[in-house]
């Protein structure tokens, strides 16, 4: 499956942004589906992940009350709305695909990747 993110962008502390994948090539309902952010100079860390149904969700401890994750199955498209930023969620965003039937939590589960999508907080 190949996976293209959008949406990235600058915006001030407090603002939103909506990030978008839409996946191609692949039956997007057998897939775990998580957003992943590497910020200059630290390693790549998930930021949250849904179910193949969208039944359940993960998010890291840092984004929790602010993100929220979506998919559209019949539509092939992944969503991350982010509310309430803050600088330290600047970061390379990217979507990624597990071939998996649980809902998959760490880096080494994924199988497929996006091109990464610059997001950027200004204070």
């Known amino acids: 499956v190949q996976l293209q993110a959008s949406g990235g962008g600058t915006v001030q502390a407090g603002g939103s942004l909506r990030l978008d994948c839409v996946a191609s090539?692949?039956?997007?309902?057998?897939?775990?589906i998580g957003w992943f952010r590497q910020a200059l100079g630290t390693e790549r860390s998930v930021v949250a992940a849904?179910?193949?149904?969208?039944?359940?969700?993960f998010y890291t401890d840092s984004v929790k009350g602010r993100f929220t994750i979506s998919r559209d199955n019949a539509k092939n498209l992944l969503y991350l709305q982010m509310n309430a930023l803050k600088p330290e969620d600047t970061a390379v965003y990217y979507c990624a695909a597990a071939n998996r039937s649980v809902l998959s939590t760490r880096i080494q589960q994924y199988d497929y990747w996006g091109q990464g999508t610059q997001v950027t907080v200004s204070s």
């Open positions: 849904i179910s193949r149904t969208g039944g359940r969700t």
């Open positions: 090539g692949g039956i997007f309902s057998n897939y775990s």
